[in-house]
């Protein structure tokens, strides 16, 4: 059988193509749990694919077979230039076509066959092809022609320039073009809420070449958000008052940051955050720092002391993205934290026996985690778990001021923590409901000191309860949640300036909340296991961007000392001004 005129084409085939979080910071944490109740629709659905288009391509020319039906049985099928796909899977391909009589139309869907070897890897300008020869002796010889990256480009945008875009694209001129490779840098680059980068695909100068043009669209990278809640302690006040300035592309590098403060009725605090990408590879680093200020209220039975604190965390850390697709993303991210607490009571007596009433802690903290999201069609799923170690280096140690001592008995700067927390939000097969179930722990063999202790009680944990409730060693809390959109009001019923119409901007909620923590080396006289329960319901609403909360009314259904109230307000609001 002589094969003629089957030749190559060189155009592209057509295709569509979280930083350690501030631990404890009020307005960073309210900040963040706002902003992941804002669209429901986001919350399930996978991440948006981002876009590639093609221009300039082709029409295929080669000339239609005109062979007639004879047939011929292959004893051999040989592939040149065949470099990116592993022999065995081309083999398993060839075994079907061997040693069987095939017309000409058979060998054609062979090379179709193995062409999508290459489509499935992501090698989409990448096929096989069969050249002119006449086969002999039932041999048949394939070529590949493995397409390849031409010129790379950048359209830049008002805020992004080329050097916040091209050093973290991986693929380079004159290696194999992957359009998963392509899809996974895109959906890095794309994790700015301010940029969207989409690729423009186009036939090379050279053949078998793929221009890759990158065109961002943007807008402006800094903004201004405001907040208030009652997710303060009753000694420092209640009532919590912040505002958050964000940075999306700092310094011009695809840099980010933020620096945020914090106030209550007693307290002030600050925090700053730093984060640039180091490499192609999803490779970054970046740096946190808080500090809050505090003077206690009236404890009863302590009238005549004057109690204030201060609380000092710095960290450095490594983040590393080992999965980014379209249904999973995995990284990995590694810290060193300092953290100095110190509590002061001005008081004589206390000065005389407790060496200038100082009580200390610095501990160093080694700690890692993984963040592991999974999206599926009408579900979410997020995972971390989390280990950190104390270690007695760099100025950890507990009570290491002239004079000072911990402030817990038993506690060190030295401890192994486990932890971790889990979050799967689900789309309910009724009243466009949605179901959330969250839950969280840390468990450890030794005695904290505050600052890593666990809490269970307020408004993220237990509702029903004040914040804080329960504080120990180890402990977990749990948390089951429906929301129902309010459908009220007209459809086409919204507010000035908002976004959506008021039924998609309202949802009802539903809850049930529980905690339980136990003392890891419990004191005579201490309880060492406690739980709290509770239930309730609540509103989240979106009227605006100016106007963006949540309300929840908890009922405890177990009662301690500590919490007598039959119910509980839980509230927060956030207003974006830029």
Not at 131 to 158: C, D, F, H, N, Y
Not at 472 to 491: Q, Y
Request: net charge neutral; charged share 20%; with cysteine.
């Amino acid at each position: 059988m002589a094969l003629y005129g089957i030749g190559q084409s060189n155009c592209p085939s057509e295709a569509q193509v979280p930083t350690p979080q501030p631990r404890d910071t009020a307005g960073a944490v309210q900040k963040k749990d706002i902003e992941n109740q804002r669209e429901r629709k986001n919350r399930l659905h996978p991440q948006q694919e981002p876009e590639t288009e093609v221009e300039d391509e082709q029409e295929d020319t080669t000339p239609q077979s005109t062979q007639p039906q004879t047939t011929v049985t292959l004893s051999s099928i040989t592939i040149e230039d065949a470099t990116l796909l592993d022999p065995e899977a081309l083999d398993r391909v060839k075994a079907d076509y061997l040693n069987r009589p095939l017309t000409f139309d058979d060998i054609e869907k062979l090379t179709d066959a193995l062409s999508d070897l290459y489509h499935q890897a992501g090698y989409v300008t990448s096929r096989v092809y069969i050249p002119p020869q006449t086969i002999k002796g039932g041999q048949l010889t394939l070529k590949a022609a493995e397409g390849k990256v031409g010129i790379i480009t950048v359209e830049s945008g008002r805020w992004f320039k080329k050097r916040s875009v091209l050093p973290y694209v991986t693929l380079d001129r004159g290696e194999h073009f992957n359009l998963n490779k392509l899809k996974r840098d895109l959906r890095r680059i794309n994790q700015n809420p301010d940029r969207n980068v989409r690729a423009i695909l186009k036939a090379g100068e050279e053949t078998g070449q793929t221009d890759i043009n990158l065109k961002v669209t943007d807008q402006f990278p800094i903004h201004l958000s405001t907040n208030w809640d009652n997710m303060g302690r009753d000694l420092i006040g209640t009532n919590r008052l912040g505002t958050t300035a964000t940075f999306n592309n700092l310094l011009g590098f695809g840099d980010t940051g933020w620096a945020t403060a914090n106030f209550t009725r007693r307290s002030f605090g600050h925090g700053e955050h730093y984060e640039i990408p180091v490499s192609s590879h999803g490779t970054s680093i970046g740096s946190n720092y808080y500090f809050s200020n505090l003077l206690l209220g009236t404890i009863q039975g302590l009238e005549n002391f004057r109690i204030t604190g201060q609380a000092q965390t710095i960290s450095g850390y490594v983040k590393q993205e080992w999965v980014n697709t379209e249904k999973y993303k995995i990284a990995q991210d590694v810290s060193l934290n300092f953290v100095d607490l110190e509590t002061s009571i001005n008081n004589a007596i206390t000065r005389q026996q407790v060496g200038g009433g100082r009580f200390n802690d610095s501990v160093r903290v080694l700690r890692t985690g993984v963040n592991i999201e999974r999206y599926g069609q009408s579900s979410r799923t997020f995972v971390r778990p989390e280990a950190s170690l104390g270690l007695d280096i760099l100025g950890g140690d507990v009570a290491r001021k002239p004079g000072g001592i911990g402030s817990r008995l038993g506690a060190g700067s030295q401890f192994l923590k486990l932890s971790g927390s889990a979050m799967h939000t689900q789309q309910l097969p009724f009243l466009n409901a949605l179901g959330i179930f969250r839950v969280s722990g840390q468990y450890t063999p030794d005695s904290l000191v505050s600052a890593e202790q666990f809490q269970a009680g307020g408004a993220f944990t237990v509702r029903g309860y004040k914040e804080g409730t329960l504080i120990a060693d180890k402990g977990m809390v749990s948390s089951v949640e429906i929301r129902v959109p309010l459908r009220v009001f007209p459809k086409d019923w919204k507010l000035p300036l908002a976004e959506q119409s008021l039924n998609d901007a309202l949802e009802a909620v539903g809850f049930i909340d529980h905690g339980y923590t136990m003392v890891a080396n419990p004191t005579p006289g201490t309880n060492q296991n406690q739980s709290i329960l509770g239930t309730g319901c609540g509103l989240r609403y979106r009227l605006t961007k100016y106007l963006v909360g949540w309300l929840d009314l908890g009922f405890p259904l177990l009662l301690n000392a500590s919490n007598k109230q039959t119910a509980r307000l839980h509230f927060g609001v956030q207003s974006e001004l830029f």
